[in-house]
């Protein structure tokens, strides 16, 4: 099991960034909790199914984003201190949604719900214009 819990979401205005975190919890691999765990956000707007955002393989070397994003969010990772963090640039009104965590076992970077075995709790980024 894994536990993951978001944090860094607030209100920003647009053109401005925010670093979204994910801490994970629970049981090891390659001695680190996220060690055997692609890991990927998404995010859920308002009356809006659940979008993918950018995901990460297990060693960091390969990411994967959406269209939406790309150029804009960067999508890390520190095996070490069990966290994989989001940096978001140059939002938009848009780019307003609960942004969630979520941990797929295996390799590859993901990009649908369904591949991903664990999520969090989500947390609310808002972006004014």
């Known amino acids: 099991q894994v536990q993951l819990v978001e944090s860094g979401g607030r209100l920003v205005q647009a053109g401005g960034s925010l670093r979204l975190s994910c801490a994970a919890s629970?049981?090891?691999?390659?001695?680190?909790?996220?060690?055997?765990?692609?890991m990927g956000w998404f995010r859920q707007a308002p009356g809006k199914e659940r979008e993918f955002v950018a995901a990460i393989s297990w060693s960091g070397g390969s990411t994967y984003y959406a269209d939406s994003v790309k150029g804009r969010f960067t999508i890390s990772r520190d095996n070490a201190k069990n966290t994989v963090y989001l940096q978001m640039n140059s939002l938009k009104p848009e780019d307003t949604a609960v942004y969630y965590c979520?941990?797929?076992?295996?390799?590859?970077?993901?990009?649908?719900?369904?591949?991903?075995?664990?999520w969090g709790q989500g947390t609310q980024v808002t972006v004014s214009s």
């Open positions: 629970g049981r090891t691999f390659r001695n680190y909790v996220m060690g055997n765990y692609a």
């Open positions: 979520a941990a797929a076992l295996g390799i590859g970077v993901p990009s649908d719900t369904y591949e991903y075995d664990y």
